[in-house]
């Protein structure tokens, strides 16, 4: 029995009660003959594709990787799915879904030990982790970017200290091999946010930490998109309500996750993303509509209940990581460089493999 995340007897447990969100945390390994990995995918799992009782925690380790599902158990007979989020009904007071919010997530940042350093853009999500932890502060990107300015100034409001890990076209040509063959994706905007979080990680690991916390998770719990804004008219979703958006985007959490902490353990670093813990999620699932969206504003709930954050922060609008770094706009700007102009199909694609092929 090698589970990762938690003990054995807790995931047993789990599996005999039939408890999605049992306060574990996410958990993924073999027990008991079987392979188990939680309901979120809060960790990586594969197995042999013929085979499945040859497994590991990296599919570099194996010759035909395949994901176990999240929520499954799988052994030789196949997967099963034994876990399915909750559906519990509606906060009907909104104070108490507020106070809820801000208790679950103060408790979830709270619990962390050692105070690692954080992976820090200057939005609500990463705030809540400097503001209630002392680890050192990290921003990766061009300079010029939304996400170095957002966090210069949101640490300045934080009386805290930043790097910034400044990237290089350098270290796009460097690092996307890497990368590429550690989360086994290619697809350009999986490189881009993977490649992103990886030379960070990086950063943090060469200053001597085997750690970095993320706010991962709080755009999809609380509803920080724009296309569950816009359902039932966005053809992004197939939810024909706000809830039913933010479940639908929930479930693309564990193909999220499996990426960025393959990438980051390529870096040297375990990252650990405290709201997507069990209670926070439990809480979230909870919300109702007007507190995910309300007038145009999104995240209602968890920006009412970072009371503790400077309104700058609570209410500033973020860029998804890939944009916010430059990275996006650099990764293209190479490509056309080598030759891959953007009237080609797919160039970023070919430039990408160009590269890993070196």
Known sequence: ???????????????????????????????????????????????????????????????????????????????????????????????????????????????????????????????????????????????????????????????RELRHVEFTHDDIERAVPTVVGAIGRAEPLDVEIALSLFLVGEAAAADGYDRLALGQGADEFFGGYAKIENAPESDRTAADTVRGAVREVIGTLPQQLERDVLALRAAGVEPIVPLCSDRVVETALGLPEPLLIADGERKVALRRAADFLPDEIRYREKKAIQYGSLLSRELDRLARRAGFKRRMDDHLGRYIETLCAR
């Open 1 to 159: 029995m090698v589970i990762d995340g938690a003990g054995p007897s807790a995931v047993r447990d789990a599996l005999e009660t039939n408890t999605p969100l049992p306060g574990l945390d996410g958990f993924a390994g073999e027990l008991d003959g079987r392979l188990v990995r939680d309901v979120l995918g809060r960790y990586p799992l594969f197995s042999e594709a013929d085979d499945p009782t040859t497994w590991s925690f990296d599919p570099t380790d194996l010759s035909q990787p395949v994901s176990v599902p999240a929520g499954h158990v799988r052994d030789t007979r196949g997967d099963e799915r034994v876990w399915t989020l909750p559906s519990p009904k509606p906060f009907e007071d909104d104070q108490r879904a507020i106070e809820s919010v801000r208790t679950a997530v103060i408790d979830a940042v709270d619990a962390l030990d050692d105070s690692p350093p954080i992976a820090f853009s200057g939005g609500i999500d990463s705030a809540i982790l400097a503001a209630r932890t002392d680890g050192p502060l990290y921003v990766g990107g061009f300079e010029g970017g939304h996400d170095i300015e957002a966090a210069r100034s949101a640490a300045v409001e934080l009386g």
